[in-house]
């Protein structure tokens, strides 16, 4: 009976350290959801500011970064959203539940620089230049915010953003072949993704609306 009883206490601890294992796995898996979910949010929001800076509707710049947070499921915290910068610094924060450990609050920020339309086209290969060209040509007002970077260029990016940039050595980006798109409008935005496969052009993470690439 004591040999039982024991067996039954150790059973009991096993579990209860697999049911702490378990919930510390999925607290720490929800955590780092939330971290790409706040970085996604500002990303978009700081990229819409830029574009309403490159055309201006007229709509205040914070109310479209806030905008913008909450179509992402976040909340905007601050926007340093000038109507003369040559840039845009958004950040915002993300509630998350991390079931029986609580919930927490993820923050994110992201700077977006303001270019001329059309973008630079340095660096990137010239297939893709075509490609491109085709699809600002079919959807006026779209313009590159970046495209190739240097390895030490993705190598800082990742730093700051290891969430989202690729590790150095591993983005499209630095092979000239891969570009992040400015949009004018929401609309722009569906007919540039409408026009890409007519362009010999894709958008591989649906996570990332201006990330563009060659098609196969």
Known sequence: MRQEGSA?????????LIAVVVTLTVGLASAAVGR?????????????VAQE????????LPDIAKEYAERNGARLVACRCEAAASDAVVTVEVPVELGFLGSRVVTA???????????SAAG??????????????????VWIVSGFRTHA??????????????PPGHSMHELG????????????????????????LTFPMSYEPWHVEPAA
């Open 177 to 200: 072949l891969a570009a992040d798109l400015g949009y004018p409008s929401e609309q722009a935005e569906r007919s540039a993704h409408e026009a890409a496969p007519g362009c010999g």
């Open 36 to 48: 790409a979910k706040a970085q996604s949010a500002a990303d978009g929001a700081a990229l819409a």
């Open 124 to 141: 990137l290969q010239p297939f893709f230049v075509a490609r491109l060209s085709c699809l600002i040509d079919r959807v006026p007002g």
């Open 109 to 119: 920020s992201a700077r977006a620089v303001v270019d001329e339309p059309g973008g």
């Open 153 to 166: 260029e993705q190598a800082a990016l990742h730093e700051a953003k290891p969430g989202l940039a690729a």
């Open 8 to 16: 039954s206490l150790l059973l009991a601890a096993s579990l209860g």
């Open 53 to 60: 800076l490159i055309v201006p509707s007229g709509q205040p």
